[in-house]
């Protein structure tokens, strides 16, 4: 075994490969850019090498500059991670040049699954089960119309050399292939450079299962099972679990046989993954391999006892696989879900900022965090915006998911928005509990996982209550540190003499503006909303929980104040809202709601087609903003004229900057 090892990636996963390097004696060192200087990554590791700016492109996609680090400090491996240079063969070809050891498999093993195409054609030459349908060289539109009349319909046109969705086409009848596959190629040759297709049948509500494959140099080759990821939204990932609740065993079995046989196929030595489709029949068929760890890899180490990473590390080191593959077991069920800085309610925009406030479940048998970054921590815009991963086991599948509702209800994120309220509700959606989430299903049914636009009315009183508390908790705190604080009249408590005390609370749920007068002081009120009065009785707020009786019944929540957000959950879902000190109408040159184009989110301005004095339709784009690797179209709110462009190409802006404005 090597003696030092560095992990050239950033946040969870390297601080992941860390602890188990640490575990294992191995000196471990890390790089990290501008951005990340002051990074949980940066701190765990023995020692740490800036190797450029904040763009992946400036450091963490440097392997040069990587390679120079590991020269430089002695490190004798180099551990990719997942995502940046993982997958990259000339990467591990350098590694390899430079008298490193590359934790990974060879830059030939991954040259042969860089084509869609090829690798099918790999793959069915060894047996291994694939999509019916074309990956020809002959690309005529009159030869693929003939292989699509052939494959029959549903048929499914796809990039390639593609990914992420991009230059795919679902096509279900003969006469609409000619305009998809047009669209098709466009659409390739802008994203990819090269517009070759591939044809393969349409799988109506699959199931997306792929199977954990190790490999070392010595000539053996096992799986360690498998993991349902078919719970998708736009082929991103939301959920993962082992094992799979659709396989039978006879179907594990199968599907483990191939998957082990797909990685002798290309002499691969380590790590992967082999993903299939499968078919509501049990027809499965070989999609990729993805020659890396993967993000969801802790259900497997969970169900199997197993450490991946030291797997990874021990076969890179040239020794054979720890185990035979009928001494591999599984027990329990696992279940993964990835918490996020983004907004659901706004098409999942991504978020960054300062967590404020990062509380998560504490790890146990039967939790397991995975996070880069803690409390106070910045999530940058130059980066994927995750926080941490949840996983959780225990001995069923049921009993997993009561595990990951608690552990998700004891989450809170203050800062920028977060996904957690939608991965409670989709772990409570009958079909996640019930097992029949196909791949399609979240896309299709997006709605029914969104917070709905009406907040149930008990939450709702219970954040006006915990807001009440909070101001006599701080009213008594100033009345203590008065001149004279047994003065009735230095507590501001709602208390009035002869009459009780009226206050108005205003809270925004989203836009929506939620209005209450409330009467009384001390955990005792009288709430008015909607012409309706509630009535406020034996409320206390210690430890995070606050007990109170609604109109006689008794209810418990969770319940937080974060700045101006009070956030309540109620055992099944969280509601947070946003206290409304006033702000609005405060006038200014920057009033009014619809003359304003701000930025959603920090990033860096690219593009600016707007100018002072030009006439704007209604969604024509103004700026264009790049942040959390994508880039964001900011519209006209309204026909008009542009008074004012703020911003320029190349400017880094922060979030709700105002960077143009249209004529009052």
Same mark, same amino acid.
């Given at each position: 075994m090597?003696?030092?090892?560095?992990?050239?990636?950033?946040?969870?996963?390297?601080?992941?490969?860390?602890?188990? %390097?640490?575990?294992?004696?191995?000196?471990?060192?890390?790089?990290?850019?501008? &951005?990340?200087a002051?990074?949980q990554?940066?701190?765990?590791?023995?020692?740490?090498?800036?190797?450029?700016?904040?763009r992946?492109?400036d450091?963490?996609?440097r392997?040069?500059a990587?390679?120079?680090?590991?020269r430089k400090?002695?490190?004798?491996?180099?551990?990719p991670?997942?995502?940046?240079?993982?997958?990259?063969a000339d990467?591990a070809?350098a590694v390899?040049?430079?008298?490193r050891v590359?934790?990974?498999?060879?830059?030939a093993?991954?040259r042969? @699954?860089?084509?869609?195409?090829?690798?099918?054609?790999l793959?069915a030459?060894?047996?291994? $089960?694939?999509?019916?349908?074309?990956?020809?060289?002959?690309?005529s539109?009159?030869?693929?119309?003939?292989?699509?009349d052939?494959?029959?319909?549903p048929?499914?046109?796809?990039?390639a050399?593609?990914?992420?969705?991009?230059? @795919?086409?679902?096509?279900?009848?003969?006469g609409?292939?000619?305009?998809?596959?047009?669209?098709?190629?466009?659409?390739?040759?802008?994203?990819?450079?090269?517009?070759?297709?591939?044809?393969?049948?349409?799988?109506?509500?699959?199931?997306h299962?792929?199977?954990?494959?190790?490999?070392?140099?010595h000539?053996? %080759?096992l799986h360690?099972?498998?993991?349902?990821?078919?719970?998708?939204?736009?082929?991103?990932k939301? !959920?993962?679990?082992?094992?799979?609740?659709?396989l039978?065993?006879?179907?594990?079995?199968? @599907?483990?046989?191939?998957?082990v046989?797909a990685?002798?196929a290309?002499?691969?030595?380590?790590?992967?993954?082999?993903?299939?489709?499968?078919?509501?029949?049990?027809?499965?068929f070989? @999609?990729e391999?993805n020659?890396?760890?993967?993000?969801e890899?802790?259900?497997?180490?969970?169900?199997?006892?197993?450490?991946l990473?030291?797997?990874?590390?021990?076969?890179?080191?040239?020794?054979?696989?720890?185990?035979?593959q009928?001494?591999?077991?599984?027990?329990?069920?696992?279940?993964e879900?990835r918490?996020?800085?983004?907004?659901?309610e706004?098409?999942?925009?991504?978020?960054?900022?300062?967590?404020?406030?990062?509380?998560?479940?504490p790890?146990?048998r039967?939790?397991?965090i995975?996070?880069g970054?803690?409390e106070?921590?910045?999530?940058?815009?130059?980066?994927? $915006?995750?926080i941490?991963?949840l996983?959780?086991?225990?001995?069923?599948?049921?009993?997993?998911? %009561?595990r990951?509702?608690?552990?998700?209800?004891?989450?809170?994120?203050?800062g920028?928005k977060?996904?957690v309220?939608?991965?409670?509700?989709?772990v409570r959606?009958?079909?996640v509990?019930?097992?029949?989430?196909?791949?399609?299903?979240?896309?299709?049914h997006?709605?029914?996982?969104l917070?709905?636009a009406?907040?149930e009315?008990?939450a709702?009183?219970?954040?006006?209550?915990?807001?009440?508390?909070?101001?006599?908790?701080?009213a008594?705190?100033?009345?203590?540190?008065?001149?004279?604080?047994?003065?009735p009249?230095a507590l501001?408590?709602?208390?009035?003499?002869g009459?009780?005390?009226a206050?108005?609370?205003?809270?925004?749920?989203?836009?929506?503006?939620?209005?209450?007068r409330?009467h009384?002081h001390?955990g005792h009120y009288?709430?008015?909303?909607?012409g309706q009065?509630? %009535?406020?009785?034996?409320a206390r707020w210690?430890?995070?929980?606050?007990?109170?009786?609604?109109?006689g &019944?008794?209810?418990?929540?969770?319940?937080?104040?974060?700045?101006?957000v009070?956030?309540?959950?109620?055992?099944?879902?969280?509601?947070?809202?946003?206290?409304?000190?006033?702000?609005?109408?405060?006038?200014?040159d920057?009033g009014?709601?619809?003359h304003r184009i701000?930025?959603?989110?920090?990033?860096?301005?690219?593009?600016?087609p707007?100018?002072p004095?030009?006439?704007?339709k209604a969604?024509?784009?103004?700026l264009?903003?790049?942040?959390?690797?994508?880039e964001?179209? !900011?519209?006209?709110?309204?026909?008009?004229?542009l008074a004012?462009v703020?911003?320029?190409p190349?400017?880094?802006?922060?979030a709700?900057?105002?960077?143009?404005?249209?004529?009052?």
């Open positions: 090597f003696d030092s090892l560095l992990i050239a990636n950033r946040g969870e996963i390297a601080c992941r490969v860390i602890r188990t %390097a640490r575990r294992l004696g191995l000196r471990t060192v890390a790089v990290f850019s501008e &951005a990340d002051d990074a990554h940066v701190r765990l590791a023995d020692e740490a090498h800036c190797i450029g700016g904040p992946p492109q450091s963490y996609l392997g040069e990587i390679l120079e680090v590991a400090t002695g490190a004798q491996a180099i551990h991670g997942y995502g940046f240079l993982s997958e990259n990467f070809d390899q040049a430079a008298g590359f934790v990974g498999p060879s830059g093993s991954m042969k @699954m860089g084509s869609k195409a090829g690798a099918k054609e793959m030459a060894a047996g291994v $089960p694939v999509v019916p349908g074309y990956t020809g060289e002959d690309q539109p009159e030869r693929l119309q003939r292989e699509a052939r494959i029959g319909y048929l499914m046109i796809k990039a050399h593609g990914g992420g969705g991009k230059g @795919m086409r679902i096509v279900r009848a003969s609409e292939f000619a305009a998809h596959l047009d669209s098709c190629r466009r659409e390739a040759l802008n994203a990819f450079g090269r517009d070759r297709v591939l044809l393969e049948r349409y799988i109506e509500h699959p199931r299962i792929e199977i954990q494959v190790f490999a070392d140099h000539g053996g %080759a360690l099972g498998e993991r349902e990821c078919s719970a998708q939204r736009r082929y991103q939301v !959920l993962e679990e082992s094992p799979s609740p659709f039978t065993p006879e179907l594990r079995a199968a @599907m483990g046989a191939a998957a046989q990685a002798r290309i002499d691969y030595a380590n790590a992967g993954t082999v993903e299939f489709i499968v078919a509501p029949s049990g027809e499965f070989f @999609m391999i020659t890396r760890l993967q993000v890899h802790p259900v497997t180490e969970l169900v199997t006892g197993l450490d990473v030291e797997w990874q590390l021990r076969i890179a080191a040239g020794e054979p696989l720890p185990l035979a009928e001494a591999i077991a599984q027990r329990g069920h696992a279940i879900v918490l996020y800085a983004e907004d659901p706004a098409g999942f925009l991504p978020g960054s900022g300062t967590l404020k406030t990062l509380r998560l479940p790890p146990s039967h939790v397991r995975d996070a970054v803690v106070g921590d910045t999530v940058t815009i130059f980066y994927d $915006p995750m941490a991963k996983i959780v086991w225990d001995e069923d599948r049921p009993r997993a998911l %009561a990951l509702r608690e552990a998700l209800a004891q989450c809170r994120i203050a920028p977060s996904n309220a939608f991965l409670e509700r989709l959606h009958p079909a509990v019930e097992a029949r989430i196909d791949t399609g299903y979240l896309d299709r997006l709605d029914e996982f917070a709905p009406t907040p009315p008990s709702v009183l219970a954040a006006a209550c915990a807001c009440l508390l909070a101001q006599e908790t701080a008594g705190a100033a009345a203590a540190a008065s001149p004279d604080p047994t003065s009249w501001a408590d709602g208390w009035r003499l009459h009780a005390g206050r108005r609370l205003h809270l925004l749920h989203g836009e929506a503006r939620i209005e209450l409330a009384g001390g009288r709430l008015l909303r909607d009065t509630h %009535a406020i009785d034996g210690q430890d995070g929980v606050l007990s109170l009786r609604i109109d &019944a008794m209810r418990r929540f969770r319940a937080d104040l974060d700045g101006d009070v956030q309540v959950h109620d055992g099944r879902a969280r509601l947070a809202l946003r206290i409304d000190r006033g702000a609005r109408g405060s006038g200014g920057e009014g709601g619809d701000r930025a959603p989110m920090p990033g860096r301005v690219v593009l600016v707007g100018r004095g030009q006439a704007v969604g024509e784009v103004v264009v903003l790049e942040a959390m690797k994508m964001l179209a !900011l519209k006209a709110p309204r026909d008009g004229v004012e703020r911003a320029a190349g400017d880094f802006v922060d709700d900057t105002v960077l143009a404005v249209l004529e009052a």
